[in-house]
């Protein structure tokens, strides 16, 4: 029975836990990691419960308290959403277990308030990823929203200026999006997402309609960080604390970029969305650009953290990518690389985190050879997720551009082909530059003192390791694995 | 058609040293043991498929699937076993050689050096028993990474540009093999090697074709040197002689001219290639590099230079005698692989000898120095000699055959090709014998041979060079192996 009640237990369960952080954070400030722990750990366990039971039995429409929509509102579990639940939760879960010492150091203090916001962002998280009606979507985007400026605000001095800023562009985008559904209602009389798909063919050559899609588009679109409208993602994930950073950079822009695929894909239908024009081509124009933009800025950064930020541009410019080319292998391709580059972007957030925490900083030009013996295990993670980025097999990275290099072969579009190729040497730029510096011995130095007796082992304790371990075994096993998520994928594709 | 584990084995065996070799890097004598223990065994177990193969039988291997309806599967066809045993063969004289080498030079970070040779082997291996293209990419790419360590080895200035160079040029090639696989499963469904193609009936536009096919010659047109694709194979010469002896003369460029070959008999097949004019292109390419190469060593004064110019040359012969088309041409392009190879590393091993015994890298400084060397100089003349296609070493006889061949295809431009550079190669190899035995040299009176660890490997490859010359069939039956393989692919079908 406890099944079908599977889909609002996973966002409930962040609801009771952002509700006991405070009141046990009162009494123990040291308790609150641990809840957060707990909470975002139970929520996993029940998006992998739900998630057997969806591939056993199919998808689950859960009308809260029994009342049909259009009345009532509902969460929508099926394959895309469980799918991209069990990636959320459990790269989070693992950022917060990762969070305890960075946070110890960094915002000493107000650690309740970073768990508890953290529990309210993941609800936002999950319930935008649930919901079935559009309006709802959007309370859970303003939950989400609020808490992420307010985690990022949490940081370094610039920290709150970024967040201010990212609070200014992401309102304005989160009000677009208002807009576009307000126009929606008043044309088809229904929130539910399921409901207005039905009667939006009607409608085709409703001009509301067709501003409606593009409002939404460009509204989520901010949130994605899709180019043109990236400008707040870098000093975010900059200036935020390594605890913020390693849990939203991997997963806040993949949400929206989810929505995008359910406004697209799903509301609309690939049919609808181009019908009037090509919309989806334009997007993935814009994407292919972010993708470039993305990959040359990451070039010309010296701080971990920024270049990490730009590439992020320049990854969510992938998912966006696949999206656009509305067929079977793109859309697989897309969302393979939201679970690859969660992964992998945790795990970079995570090494910049730990050099953080050891070094002081995370400042690219002055990376040495030392790191290499004093953090071998880091190390070898940054490796194996840089690698990973660039894309080069058998690691999972290779293959979401494996298939979104198919899904652009369908399409016969090969400026979208070449972007790609372009795009991963661009790539192997930036992370071999660093590989260089960690693995080798400068060779314009004037010859130096020997320190290697001074240098010694000193790399992260156990609840830093493990998470990013895990991530970096995880590049190797979904790269291997991938056949079995992509057979799904492909199953689910919506046409 | 047989399973067996072995093709599989073979490929891990140098890939389980690595952690031994890395855990005894206190222990060099223990550490080098593990490298020749790999490097029997896999031998061993490379030689155990030439039976099979011999009767014209693969060994298959499926292992999984690498992405839906794509198993990432292993086929020991007698084509691979053919480069396996060459590439495991001569890993073993390497070794040997390699640890006079790198104590003799004292070089630095010895653990790591043959950790990443270790490496190399299995990938090569792995290259050669890709059943499909998707699992050649993956060892492909994976031959570029464990390459890349050995090109810096020495992590000087020099060293670390070579190293850039060599990803870029590698790198882009493998993205470009991405795409060019992909585009093939497109129109064919499949990308598994079969011989005489994987088109059958199926027909592309003309343009199609073209674009296919020089996408694919710019991907494995890099490791196999084929000019202007050739400019990191000099520039990768700033890496340790051993590196150079059996990766730049053996496993890396002849893991490309095998991937020609694959190209060629195994992906387009020998009716499409001619029906669409491609081999035009290849034999055009394949001459001009010939000659442009063996001018271009002329003007190097640096011997580990001229040698890597004559490597670029000799690679083209392989490549013309594969674009001929005509089964005796096949047959002597696939014999210079094993030629090639054997007269090449012998001068490598050469080079590297006079370097770490006199410290001497120049062509000019080498005046007499067959006085004080006499058995290294003595086995240079025997593979410079063979290079040049002087009977009766190996040379020779892989080049009786492209010549037979172009005359079964009535092309008479490709023999005059063969018989310039012959005599170009005469004209690059012969001032260093006279400098080494008819010049006076200075500075010599202290030096003595070098130590036996080199000078045991160069007799032995000098040795086989002649062997195979005088006798092709002594081991291994290679010479039946070789014709098999060609007549497999003009045959149309299964051998």
Redesign the interface.
Known sequence: MIETHLPAIIALTFVLFALLIPLFGLWKEQLCQPLAVLGSGLATAFSLLAFINYLQSGSIRYLFGGWEPPIGIEFVYDGLSGFILLVINSVAFLALIYAKKPGQMEFQGKELAYYALAMLMMLGFNGMVLTGDLFNLYVFLEISSLSSYALISIGNKPAPFAAFRYLIIGTAGGTLYLLGVGFLYTNTGTLNIIDMSAMLPMLVDNSSVVTALILMVVGIGVKAAVFPMHGWLPDSYTYASTPSSTLIAPIGTKVAAYILFRIMLYLFGIELTDAVFPLSYIVGVFACIGIIYGSVMAIAQTEMKRMLAYSSVSQIGYIIMGLSLANPFGFAGALLHVLNHAVMKACLFMIAGNLRYKEGHSNISLFNESYRIKYPWTMASFSVAAISMVGLPPLAGFFSKWYLVLGTIDNSNWIFLAVIIVSSLLNAVYFFRILEKVYMKNPDAEQQPDKAAEIKYDDVSPSMMSPMAIMAVGLIVIGFANAAIVSFLLGIFPM | MDLSIVPLLAILVSLAAVPLILFSSEKPNVREAWTIIAGLIKFSLVLTLLPEAIQGNSVELHL?????G?PFALNADPFGVYFAVIASGLWIFTSFYSIGYMRGAGEKKQTRYFASFAVCLSATIGIAFSANL?TF??FY??L??ATY?LV?HN???E??NA??KY??FT??A???L??AS??I??YTGTIEFTPGGVFGDIELPRNTMLVVFILFLAAVGVKAGIMPLHGWLPAAMAAPTPVSALLHAVAVVKSGVFAVTRMVGFIFGTDVMAAYGLNDILIVMAGSTIILASLIAFAQDNLKRRLAYSTVGHLSYIVLGVALLTPLGMTGGIMHIAAHATMKITLFFCAGAIYVNLHRTEISNLNGIAKVMPWTMGAFAVGSMGLAGIPPINGFFSKWYLILGSLEGDMIIPVIVLIVSGLLNVGYFFPILYRAYFKKGEGLESYGEASPFMVVPIMITATLSVLFGLFPNLFFNFFDLAVLVSESLFSGGTP
């Open positions: 999984f699937d690498i992405a839906p794509l998707l990419i993956v790419e994976m570029t990474l360590p810096i992590e000087k200035r060293a670390i190293g850039r990803l870029a790198l882009t493998g993205l470009l991405v795409a992909a585009i499963y497109h």
